[in-house]
């Protein structure tokens, strides 16, 4: 691995650098594992936020579990947060 010209050691904190390819050719399988990520996101607040007309009791009972998990779990408001803001590389 290379240094960018200019850059002081140590000042990528771990970024890729010139000639390291490593973060790139793994970059189709990290890209399609965070897609899905975020698609399953999307669909479980899609589910969570908004009725479904002819939604059935057991479908909204789901829904407000789904809110009581969040509102009341620190697990579920971390995986909230993070899905929300985005997950790490």
């Keep these: 691995m290379t240094r960018r010209p200019g850059s002081r050691p140590g000042a990528d904190c771990g970024a890729a650098t ?22 399953h996101f999307s669909w479980w607040m899609t589910n969570m936020l908004h009725v479904e007309p ?17 509102v009341k779990s620190g697990a579920g408001r971390t ?3 993070e899905a929300y803001t985005g997950w790490p590389l």
């Design 18 to 39: 010139i000639g390291d390819e490593a973060l790139l050719d793994a970059f189709p399988e990290t890209a399609r594992h965070r897609m899905w990520k975020a698609q």
């Design 54 to 70: 002819g939604a059935s009791d057991f479908d909204r009972l789901w829904q407000i579990g789904e809110l009581r998990t969040v």
């Design 79 to 81: 995986y909230l947060a």
